[in-house]
Every structure is written in C-alpha cells, then in structure tokens.
C-alpha cells in the first residue's frame, strides 16, 4: 500500500468534533525516535533549498500559521524548523495582545499587514485565530462578534489562496500533563524561567474553555483552500519532523524553480572573462 502523505494523516478529518479524540502523543506516519531526529537534517536541507527557489521566483509565497496553548512549542517550531531557512525571504510575525491603534481597526488589519511578500516564507506566532480563541474565553467582545468571525476567517484565508499565498495551518496539540511539566522546567531551569509567566498558571485554569474554543476552530475553520494540520506536539522530535515534513510536501506540490534569466549569461560571461586587471 503506498505510504500516506503527513498531509493526509494530520488533516482535521471531515466530520471532526474535539481534540479529546486526538493523542498529543502520537506519532503518525513517523518511524521511532532514533530515526526521526537522524532524518531531519536531510528535511531541513531540502526545505531550505525549496523555499530558496520560492523566494528566486519572488511569485507566490507560503504562510505558516502557528496555533496552540501556552507552552506547546510555538517558539521551539520556529527555532528548530524555521532556523535553516534563508532569513531573506522569511518574515516571522508574533500577534500579541492587540495595541490601541490595532483595536481601532477591524481584526484582520493587522493580519493582512503581516502577510508574506511575494516570494516569502511567512511564519505567524499566533494569529487571527486569536479573535476567536482568547477573545472568546476571556469574553473580550460580545458571543455574537466573535461567532460572526469564523465565516470572515474562511473567506480571507480562501482570497489568500487566491492571491497565491499557500496557507499552512499548524495546531500544536500537548496535553495538560505535558504543560505541566513544561511549566516546572521553566521554574526549575534558570536558562527557561524568563519565559515563565505568573498569569500562565491562570490560563491554565481555562484549559477546557481552550479546547472547546479550539475544537470550534477546527471544525468551523478547516476548509479546502486552507485545511487545519493537528500535530500531535507532546514530542518535541515529533513536532519538528511533522511541520518540517507539512511544509516540505507543501512547497514539493508548489513546486518552485529558480527563474529563466531574461538576458543571455553567456554574453556577460564573455564580457567579464575578457577583463583585464
Ligand atoms: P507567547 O505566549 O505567544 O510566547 P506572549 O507571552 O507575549 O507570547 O503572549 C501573547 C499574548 O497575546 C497571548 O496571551 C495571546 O493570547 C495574546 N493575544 C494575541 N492575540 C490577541 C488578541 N487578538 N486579543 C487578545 N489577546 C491576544
């Protein structure tokens, strides 16, 4: 039987209800732990030189939207995936808590000005999906601003595809356990505390609004322009195979080529080899 794609193993499946039945320790369509960290270099290099001829073609660009709770290696993903890419044609974008001036605009006018140029690679650390994730748990606008949101989400991200900007949706899916852990080895590890907050442990309390929020993002939101990627993130070696395998099976149907040079290089060739000191 020919081997599934990481594409077809981690889409939200059609008629997707909760995360609950989704383990975050799983380890779809990876061989064990050994092999997976000895193959990602190999991955690496073949993503970075894939994105190097999508930036070449300076056309179309891919866009990584990063989602999950506190902790679930947003910041890590990006380090150890998105760290061989050439910086050039990357732009990473983290969404915070919205600023004044943001909150005067409609939701997506931030979004919309972070977006990739043609030719990049974008990276978004949290992202629209904020709008109806922590606005929705902490009732920052009424229920039906935030539900009115889903339907304006599909259709962005539809026009995006449109535009010719390949939309990579990540959900980092950990457990509460995992959390946990990873919140005592920012307590424990003085290299790690900095990233501790004392308002995590609060957040950590709405840990079930959370999932429902999230299992409404994926069920309302995962379409076919731009489906939603559950990776399963309590494995850190997991995690970082399985976005590196999601954008390189990406950029492989994307398919960019180095562009044809409008001139003939065997002119200049001659002109600068004709040179003399
Ligand atoms: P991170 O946790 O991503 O490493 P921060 O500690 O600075 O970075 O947290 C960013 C915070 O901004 C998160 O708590 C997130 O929920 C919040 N945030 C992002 N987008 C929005 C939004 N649209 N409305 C309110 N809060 C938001």
Redesign the pocket.
């Known amino acids: 039987m020919a081997k599934r794609s990481i594409r077809d193993l981690l889409r939200a499946p059609a008629g997707f209800t909760t995360l609950d039945e989704l383990d975050p320790a799983a380890t779809p369509g990876a061989r064990e732990k050994a092999r997976a960290i000895a193959d990602l270099p190999e991955l690496l290099r073949e993503l970075s030189s894939q994105q190097e001829q999508l930036w070449a073609e300076h056309t179309r660009s891919l866009l990584l939207v990063l989602q999950g709770m506190?902790t679930s290696g947003?910041?890590g993903t990006i380090r150890h995936v998105i760290g061989g890419l050439n910086p050039a044609g990357t732009k990473i974008v983290?969404?915070?808590?919205?600023t004044a001036v943001e909150l005067r605009h409609d939701?997506l006018w931030r979004i919309r000005r972070g977006l990739p140029e043609p030719g990049q690679t974008g990276i978004f650390?949290?992202s629209h999906y904020?709008?109806v994730l922590?606005?929705r748990v902490h009732r920052?606008v009424p229920r039906p601003v935030w539900a009115a949101r889903f339907a304006r989400i599909n259709a962005f991200e539809q026009e995006l595809g449109a535009g010719g900007i390949t939309v990579v949706k990540v959900l980092l899916h950990i457990s509460k356990r995992e959390q946990r852990e990873r919140l005592l080895a920012r307590l424990d590890d003085p290299t790690k505390r900095w990233k501790f907050?004392p308002g995590d442990l609060e957040?950590r309390k709405r840990w079930p609004a959370y999932l429902r929020a999230y299992d409404d993002v994926v069920r309302r939101c995962s379409t076919p322009a731009a489906p939603w990627y559950v990776v399963p993130a309590d494995r850190k070696w997991y995690r970082n195979w399985a976005v590196s395998q999601l954008l390189l099976e990406t950029l492989r149907e994307m398919d960019p080529h180095y562009p044809q040079p409008s001139f003939d290089p065997a002119i200049y060739r001659a002109k600068l080899a004709a040179e003399r000191d």
Request: hydrophobic share 35%; no cysteine.
């Open positions: 506190d947003k910041d983290a969404f915070k808590q919205p939701f650390n949290r904020e709008d922590v606005v920052l907050r957040e």
